[in-house]
């Protein structure tokens, strides 16, 4: 059972925008999507705020095709704009973290060298392009004590932010509604507020499944993204409802 109190406490702490930026329709902003369960909460609660543009990454990390997944079905559900998708094989090439062809166990193993930066780069150049002044990513309050991935906090951002203005002449505000938050709170919200968890994905791994149509996949189950997803659940009594996802391989996206 969630706590009203709870969500009443969680809610306070969600960080608003100004609703003068509205005054001419929704801004538009572009969503870092991932698919992970911080970057969908983070997107699903600005939904009618701004029009989202979803961006994701592919770096040939391990979990990119249940990820794309979930994406492509939170863009359906949810009717965000069409998703564009940056690759890159810089990180398979030289075998670094999640995109490195070893299972990912903990956050030392899934340590991927500047990944942040790395992602806040294309997003600045495409709401250069659209038109957009902002970029929302999934960043909560468990990564503020992170010490071995350090790029993804309110300071990091911050000066993501500050910097953008030399990048592409403009100001792109990198925000996330839910960076007070920690997981269990994002879990909490999100079932008061009856978003699907079900379409999204933690797992640096990806684990297949064989013999079906189309390539199922599953959580490992044993990563320190799942240990921590399962315990988040399992702590506000709450069962996980993403078993596995489908990849569609008739998918419609275009590359930047």
């Given amino acids: ?29 572009v969503s870092l999507l991932s698919g992970g369960l911080d970057s969908s909460m983070a997107t ?22 249940p990820e794309l997944a979930c994406v492509v079905n939170q ?4 009717d965000y704009k069409e998703l564009v998708i940056f690759e890159s094989s810089i990180y398979k090439t030289l075998q670094m973290g ?19 930066i790395f992602f806040a780069v294309p997003a600045m150049i495409y709401a250069k392009y659209i038109g957009a002044k902002y970029v929302i990513r999934g960043t909560i309050q468990n990564d503020q004590s992170n010490k071995i991935i350090r790029d993804n906090n309110e300071i ?6 500050d910097i953008s203005n030399y990048c592409v002449n403009d100001s792109i505000q990198f925000i996330s509604p839910i960076s007070s ?24 791994n990806a684990v297949v499944e064989s013999g079906k149509v189309h390539e199922d996949y599953k959580p490992c189950g044993v990563c320190a993204n ?13 069962s996980d409802p993403a078993k596995s996802i489908r990849y569609k391989k008739e998918t419609n996206f275009k590359y930047l």
């Avoid at 999640?98 to 299972?103: E, F, R």
């Avoid at 240990?227 to 506000?236: A, D, G, L, T």
Wanted: aromatic fraction near 14%.
């Fill in 181 to 204: 938050l920690s997981k269990r709170d994002v879990i909490v919200l999100g079932l008061d507020k009856k978003f699907d968890f079900s379409l999204t994905w933690s797992c640096f």
């Fill in 98 to 116: 999640l995109s490195s062809d070893h299972d990912d166990i903990d956050d030392k193993d899934a340590f991927t060298p500047a990944r942040n």
């Fill in 1 to 29: 059972m969630l706590e009203s109190q709870n969500i009443t406490d969680i809610e306070l702490q969600i960080k608003k925008y100004p609703n003068f930026l509205k005054e001419n329709g929704k801004p538009k902003a």
């Fill in 226 to 238: 799942c240990v921590e997803r399962n315990y988040s659940f399992e702590v506000i009594g709450e």
């Fill in 156 to 161: 990091f951002w911050n000066k993501v932010t």
């Fill in 75 to 78: 863009i359906e559900l949810y």
């Fill in 44 to 65: 699903f609660l600005l939904k009618e705020d701004f029009e989202i543009y979803p961006l994701m990454i592919d770096y040939k990390q391990k979990s990119f095709k």
